[in-house]
């Protein structure tokens, strides 16, 4: 009975040992006496108890691995004291356990190595200039080293790069010195465009007076010419009116003397001018101009209404 209750134990106790069940994106490796065997993936994995061991465990996700910082010297003979990061992944679970003995370790020191040399071949301000370089020079140097140990080293990235306190504050003298340059530059750029702005502008508003008053001249040349146009037009409207009249005046006084005793009425008007005419000429004048026969006045009345009749036909 002891027996059986032993079997059974020892029977459990292999099955349970036979079963191995590995992670997703996780990789055993499995060594039969000794000696490599497999790779077991994902899932459930039967092995053989005492026979088979699991040496090695591997994850096949992407690891982030912080890289020492060390003290780097540059081309001209600068200390930087730099620091990273390190981004791989197990592509090759057989090479990562049997190529290197710690494949965490090479890496870093690899990394280490590869940052001093290409810090090495440049000078300071290049280092905070060229970071992508950098990245990329570590990356494929431990890329190529990395195959064999069945790792792949997808990017590295610095994190901080220091340098010295001296370095530091000339550094900080330089970049005042830089901005208060730029700052002169800048106010001096400033009063250049203010004092070219006013003097365009005193330009422009001459330009604007001038010809401002060349129109003005031009408008008021324009209103004057306009001005004697319509004086001339009337005047010579005013002339022609009065012509007009006076013609009418006339034709109204042959029309009358065409009817009946129209001619006896200008014989009788004629003789009053003439008689009053005479009466002026002693009042307003010393001088006094008389025809030569002052005493037939019927005879000069008679001569003025003959040029009437004349007219008349």
Same mark, same amino acid.
């Given at each position: 009975?002891?027996?059986?209750?032993?079997?059974?134990?020892?029977?459990?106790?292999?099955?349970?040992?036979?079963?191995?069940?590995?992670?997703?994106?996780?990789?055993?490796?499995?060594?039969?006496?000794?000696?490599?065997?497999?790779?077991?993936?994902?899932?459930?994995?039967?092995?053989?108890?005492?026979?088979?061991?699991?040496?090695?465990?591997?994850?096949?996700?992407?690891?982030?691995?912080?890289?020492?910082?060390?003290?780097?010297?540059?081309?001209?003979?600068?200390?930087?004291?730099?620091?990273?990061?390190?981004?791989?992944?197990?592509?090759?679970?057989?090479?990562?356990?049997?190529?290197?003995?710690?494949?965490?370790?090479?890496?870093?020191?690899?990394?280490?190595?590869?940052?001093?040399?290409?810090?090495?071949?440049?000078?300071?301000?290049?280092?905070?200039?060229?970071?992508?370089?950098?990245?990329?020079?570590?990356?494929?140097?431990?890329?190529?080293?990395?195959?064999?140990?069945?790792?792949?080293?997808?990017?590295?990235?610095?994190?901080?790069?220091?340098?010295? %306190?001296?370095?530091?504050?000339? &550094?900080?003298?330089?970049?005042? $010195?830089?901005?208060?340059?730029?700052? !002169?530059? =800048? #106010? *001096?750029?400033?009063?250049?465009?203010?004092?070219?702005?006013?003097?365009?502008?005193?330009?422009?508003?001459?330009?604007?007076?001038?010809?401002?008053?060349?129109?003005?001249?031009?408008?008021?040349?324009?209103?004057?010419?306009?001005?004697?146009?319509?004086?001339? %037009?009337?005047?010579?409207?005013? &002339?022609?009116?009065?012509?007009? $009249?006076?013609?009418?005046?006339?034709? !109204?006084? =042959? #029309? *009358?003397?065409?009817?009946?005793?129209?001619?006896?009425?200008?014989?009788?008007?004629?003789?009053?001018?003439?008689?009053?005419?005479?009466?002026?000429?002693?009042?307003?004048?010393?001088?006094?101009?008389?025809?030569?026969?002052?005493?037939?006045?019927?005879?000069?009345?008679?001569?003025?209404?003959?040029?009437?009749?004349?007219?008349?036909?």
């Amino acid at each position: 009975m002891e027996f059986a209750l032993f079997l059974f134990a020892a029977v459990v106790i292999f099955i349970l040992k036979s079963l191995t069940v590995v992670p997703q994106q996780h990789a055993y490796i499995l060594e039969r006496l000794g000696r490599y065997h497999a790779t077991l993936t994902p899932g459930l994995n039967i092995i053989i108890p005492f026979i088979d061991r699991l040496a090695y465990k591997h994850s096949l996700k992407e690891v982030p691995l912080d890289v020492p910082s060390q003290i780097c010297i540059t081309r001209d003979n600068t200390q930087l004291k730099v620091d990273g990061i390190l981004y791989f992944q197990v592509t090759d679970p057989q090479r990562a356990s049997y190529g290197t003995s710690d494949y965490i370790i090479a890496i870093t020191q690899l990394a280490q190595t590869t940052l001093r040399s290409v810090i090495g071949k440049m000078e300071l301000d290049k280092t905070f200039e060229e970071r992508d370089e950098i990245n990329q020079a570590v990356v494929a140097a431990l890329d190529e080293a990395a195959i064999n140990w069945g790792v792949k080293v997808l990017r590295y990235e610095i994190k901080d790069l220091v340098p010295p %306190q001296d370095i530091l504050h000339s &550094m900080q003298a330089q970049i005042t $010195a830089e901005r208060e340059k730029r700052a !002169r530059i =800048a #106010e *001096s750029e400033g009063r250049k465009m203010e004092q070219i702005n006013l003097a365009t502008g005193a330009r422009e508003a001459a330009i604007q007076k001038s010809e401002g008053d060349m129109r003005a001249a031009i408008n008021q040349s324009e209103g004057a010419r306009q001005a004697a146009i319509n004086n001339a %037009q009337g005047e010579a409207e005013a &002339m022609r009116l009065v012509a007009d $009249a006076t013609a009418d005046a006339i034709r !109204r006084v =042959a #029309e *009358s003397i065409q009817t009946q005793g129209g001619l006896e009425a200008v014989n009788l008007k004629v003789a009053e001018q003439y008689v009053s005419a005479f009466g002026k000429l002693a009042k307003e004048n010393n001088t006094i101009i008389l025809p030569a026969n002052v005493a037939d006045v019927s005879s000069l009345v008679a001569t003025a209404m003959s040029v009437v009749k004349q007219s008349s036909r």
